[in-house]
């Protein structure tokens, strides 16, 4: 088990900076998520850390220790890989067995481990097969028991999970995630998925076009967006021009067309220094839709608006809604009948559920 | 008729041209060879028809024919050994170069744009008495008079790696294509150093391209009749060339037909004994 630290790290192919002055730190056992859209850098960054790419600039600390110049057979990491990578014409015992031929582990005790590491995977009675007759979820277990056995310093996962179909994803998200807590290994994990990212971290790194966006716990991210990408990248959001009238201790002044002035906690708005141009982050489950003439409660803001389009999902509906100049969504649990497009509806909005972001 | 049948009829209709063409141009002279090898040549130069075992038994009993056999075993043997030594880490290069990989597929099919009896001949042009080695040599000053290199077992064996080497190295690069660079990385990442992942991963992994390579090199080097003609000695000569010494100098058709079905059959048992260990899949994959 082992601390991470990025220093300044710069990742340059040729012409294309894959990722630029990236610094960041995970702590000792915790489950830290690359989050981002294909191509934003998570992979660069997580074969810099495996020592399968070098780094143009900056350091790599495993430890506290620099390992720019470590060779990566000599790192001790547990690397996954999202098609497996299983070595096809050796059996499931002999691929888990593999890292600890080259670690001094006496026979008898190989065969041990092997075997404890299919139980925790809760696949004890497969290691005879070749991994071929294995199905896709069977076989990224393996993958993991294989990077797992070694008592790797760090967990590295590069979306093991996006290979498989979504109820064998989620069940796999709940296997790995209780896999991580019961041994404790520090894990980095890489995926484009906003909700494994919300499900399974302590801290969720959001990273867009080589940058790192934003870092924090998952209802951190979630709730308190540090900016526009994050805000959208993570659930549905609106984002609203605003002007923010002032900043004292209990929260920032916002000023809106639709929704007049509210207060956003402080906390909500970290990044907004004082008066000025800003940006209103509502998310979309946050606004509710309710029947024009039932009256609002205090401390709800509440504004007309027409349904345009309804988005049923089974428990939930997603309303597209016209409030003045803006389209907004909703996305609402749904209590007894949806309404339809065209209701007159009242928009429903809690300053406190509301996050600020200085315009850029 | 249905949709299955027309499904069913399709492939036939497909192949009807190419299995017409195996069957007339393939199929049919063979078994004249076979029928041809049981006639017997008559001291008059006719041909007697008949059910005659004599070519059999002289080809299979002569030990004339089966040193030469065996010559022309051990020369394919060597010769697809230095092709293997030679082509896979060529392969190997290949398989693994980012930008280049195109152009260096390319060099490789190059010698095939020019007939594989100049590329052999190119080699007098090299190693003969006035060739361009001997002209260096002379020049530099190493030796008086120029040295016969030509016309032995060696400069055979290089002619034939000269031909043979790229099928060797398009089989192992075919192969060395199919294997997940990952694998590699993970055998790294489990501690193995990137020789030991070679050793345990990728090699492995391979031997059915190098197999194949193998099976290719084999087969037409032991079935060449031009290469020892060219740059062999008199005592070079392989066993193709005794079917066309019977065959086209001495006009014994019948030993000439029982001579080259004995070649094929023992070529034969070897293709049938690595298609009962590896598949002729992998071959088919290297030869596309
Ligand atoms: N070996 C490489 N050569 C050139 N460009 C690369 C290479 N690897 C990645 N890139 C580029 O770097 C960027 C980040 O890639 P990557 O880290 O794989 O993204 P992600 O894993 O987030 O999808 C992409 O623009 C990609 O095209
Ligand atoms: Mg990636």
Redesign the pocket.
């Known amino acids: 088990m082992s601390s991470v630290h990025l220093n300044n790290i710069v ?1 340059r ?2 012409a ?4 630029q002055k990236t610094s960041l730190e995970i702590q000792e056992g915790a489950f830290v998520t ?1 989050l ?12 810099m850390i495996a020592g399968l ?1 070098d780094p143009t600039e900056g350091e790599i600390l495993i430890d506290g220790k620099r390992v720019n110049d470590v060779p990566i057979h000599k790192r001790n990491l547990g690397l996954v890989f999202q098609n497996y990578a299983l070595f096809p014409h050796k059996t499931v015992a002999e691929n888990v067995a593999f890292g600890l031929k080259y670690r001094d582990v006496p026979s008898s005790d190989i065969s041990r481990r092997v075997t404890e590491a299919l139980e925790l995977v809760q696949l004890p009675d497969v290691g005879e097969r070749y991994p071929k007759e294995l199905s896709g979820g069977q076989q990224q277990r393996i993958a993991l028991a294989r990077a797992i056995v070694i008592e790797p310093d760090v967990l590295l996962l ?2 093991p999970l996006s290979a498989l179909d979504a109820n064998l994803r989620e069940d796999m998200r709940v296997e790995l995630k209780r896999i991580q807590e019961r041994i404790g290994v520090t894990t980095v994990f ?1 995926t ?1 998925d906003q909700s494994e990212a919300l499900a399974m971290s302590d801290q969720i790194v959001v ?1 867009s076009a ?1 940058r790192v966006e934003q870092v924090g716990a998952p209802e951190e991210v979630y709730n308190t967006p540090a900016s526009e990408f994050v805000a959208n990248f993570l659930g549905a959001s609106n984002i609203l021009a605003a002007e923010c009238k002032s900043r004292s201790a209990e929260g920032v002044e916002l000023e809106t067309p639709i929704f007049g002035k509210l207060v956003v906690p402080a906390e909500k708005a970290p990044n907004l220094g004082g008066a000025g141009p800003a940006k209103l982050v509502i998310r979309a489950e946050k606004l509710l839709v309710a029947a024009k003439d039932a009256a609002a409660p205090d401390g709800v803001i509440s504004v007309p608006a027409t349904i345009e389009a309804v988005d049923y999902q089974g428990q939930a509906v997603r309303y597209f809604v016209r409030a003045g100049e803006a389209q907004l969504q909703a996305i609402n649990m749904i209590d007894q009948r949806p309404f339809a497009a065209g209701d007159e509806v009242n928009l429903r909005l809690r300053p406190i559920d509301c996050a600020a972001l200085p315009d850029q | 008729m249905s949709v299955e049948a027309r499904e069913a009829r399709q492939p036939w209709i497909l192949l009807s041209p190419a299995l017409t063409a195996v069957f007339l141009l393939l199929f049919v002279p063979l078994l004249f060879i076979v029928v041809y090898s049981f006639w017997l040549r008559t001291a008059t130069g006719a041909d007697q028809v008949g059910f005659f075992l004599d070519n059999w038994r002289e080809a299979l009993s002569d030990a004339f024919y089966r040193d030469i056999l065996l010559f022309t075993l051990k020369i394919a043997t060597i010769t697809t050994l230095v092709c293997a030594l030679m082509g896979y880490p060529a392969a190997y290069v290949i398989a693994r170069s ?1 930008g280049n990989k195109a152009l260096l597929l390319l060099l490789l099919m190059l010698p095939f744009w020019i007939s594989y009896i100049i590329r052999t001949m190119s080699w007098i042009n090299i190693l003969g008495v006035s060739g361009a080695l001997n002209t260096a040599l002379l020049y530099v000053g190493v030796i008086d008079e120029p040295i016969q290199m030509l016309y032995n077992q060696t400069t055979v064996i290089l002619g034939l790696v000269h031909f043979l080497l790229p099928f060797m190295i398009l089989n192992v690069f075919v192969s060395l294509e199919g294997i997940d660079t990952n694998l590699e990385d993970a055998a790294n990442s489990l501690g193995a150093t990137r020789w030991q992942a070679f050793l345990q991963v990728t090699l492995p992994l391979s031997l059915p391209g190098l197999a194949a390579g193998g099976l290719l090199c084999f087969v037409l080097g032991a079935g060449t009749y031009i290469t020892p003609l060219v740059l062999g000695g008199p005592s070079d000569a392989m066993f193709a060339n005794l079917v066309f010494e019977a065959i086209i100098t001495q006009l014994n058709w019948p030993l000439g037909s029982a001579l080259s079905l004995m070649l094929l059959a023992v070529l034969g048992a070897l293709v049938m004994v690595y298609n009962r260990y590896l598949g002729m899949a992998q071959l088919m994959k290297g030869l596309g």
Not at chain 1, 16 to 19: L, P
Not at chain 1, 36 to 47: D, I, Q, V
Request: proline letters at 4%; glycine letters at 18%.
């Open positions: 990742k192919f040729g294309v900076t894959a990722v690359l981002g859209p294909s191509g934003c850098g998570k992979t660069t960054n997580l074969r790419l590069d979306e890489v484009h990273m080589g | 980012k």
